[in-house]
C-alpha cells in the first residue's frame, strides 16, 4: 500500500473543489483499497503517544471562525481497535495509549472527505508526541512500515511550511520566496535522502517556515516510511497557498 502525507491546507478545503482536493481524489482512486487508515494528523499534538480505539470516533470541529456549513460536516467512519493494537506492538519500546476521547481532527477528515466520501474505510488516528526529537519521529515512521504490507494507509497530514501570522490573503496560490526557498528544500531531501527531512532545522527559513513543529512532524513519518523502504518520496501534487502554507503533498509508493 501506498504511504502519503498531504498539505492539508485550510480546512475549508473539505468543501471546495481545487487542484488540491481533485489530487486527493485521484489519489483515492489510484491506489487500491485499504484494509485501514492510520491518520497523522497536526492537529493532535501533545505528550505522549496515543491511537484512538473506539468503535466510532466523533468528528472534533477543532477550529473556529468558519462558516456554519463546515460545522455541520460529519465523517463517520468506523474505527479498528485491530489497527490501535498492531500500532501500539509496532512501536515498541514506545509507549503508545489506547484513547478513546479524541477522534479525528480536521486534519484527517478534511482529507478522507475526498478520498473516501462513503467513509467506509476503518480510521485510526495517531498522536504526535511533542517530547521526541525530529529523529525519533522518523524512526517511528520506519517502525509503522509493516503496516503498507498489511494493506494499511498510511496517512500524514500537516504542511511543509505553516506560518499562519504572515499570510497574505490576496495570494491564494503564492508563496513568499522564502517559503517557496523551503519547500523546495524539503522536497529535494524527500527525493534523494528522507532520512535527513530533519536536517532542515539548520535551514535560513526553518523558524520563518516551521514557528511551530506540529504541522511539519507529520512529513517526518512519511520520511521514515520511505527510508523504511529505501526510496524517496516523490510529489503527488505542488504549491503554496496565502503565501506561507505549503499545500505540497508525497507518496511513498
Excluded: C
Amino acid at each position: 500500500m501506498p504511504a502519503a502525507f498531504i498539505g492539508h491546507g485550510s480546512p475549508m478545503n473539505t468543501l471546495e473543489r481545487n487542484r488540491w482536493t481533485e489530487a486527493w481524489r485521484a489519489f483515492g482512486r489510484s491506489i487500491p483499497r485499504p484494509t485501514a487508515i492510520l491518520a497523522i494528523s497536526a492537529h493532535w499534538y501533545g505528550r505522549g503517544l496515543a491511537v484512538t480505539a473506539m468503535e466510532r470516533p466523533r468528528t472534533i470541529h477543532d477550529f473556529a471562525g468558519f462558516p456554519d456549513e463546515l460545522f455541520r460536516v460529519q465523517y463517520p467512519a468506523a474505527g479498528s481497535r485491530e489497527l490501535a493494537e498492531r500500532v501500539i506492538d509496532l512501536a515498541k519500546p514506545r509507549t503508545v495509549a489506547a484513547d478513546t476521547s479524541w477522534g479525528l481532527d480536521h486534519g484527517t477528515w478534511s482529507i478522507l472527505a475526498h478520498l473516501y466520501p462513503d467513509a467506509d474505510v476503518p480510521v485510526v488516528q495517531m498522536s504526535l508526541d511533542a517530547s521526541l526529537s525530529f529523529d525519533e519521529h522518523l524512526a517511528l515512521g520506519a517502525a509503522l512500515a509493516p503496516l503498507r504490507a498489511e494493506g494499511v494507509l498510511v496517512l500524514g497530514s500537516g504542511d511543509i511550511v505553516h506560518n499562519l501570522r504572515v499570510m497574505d490573503w490576496g495570494s491564494p496560490e503564492g508563496a513568499y520566496p522564502w517559503a517557496q526557498e523551503f519547500d523546495d528544500a524539503a522536497r529535494e531531501l524527500l527525493a534523494a535522502d528522507p532520512s535527513r527531512l530533519g536536517s532542515l532545522v539548520s535551514h535560513p527559513h526553518y523558524r520563518q517556515a516551521v514557528p511551530t513543529p506540529e504541522h511539519f512532524v507529520p512529513a517526518l513519518h512519511l520520511a521514515g516510511l520511505a527510508h523504511a523502504a529505501g526510496t524517496g518520496a516523490e510529489v503527488l501534487i505542488g504549491g503554496s497557498a496565502f503565501g506561507s502554507v505549503s499545500m505540497t503533498s508525497y507518496v511513498v509508493r
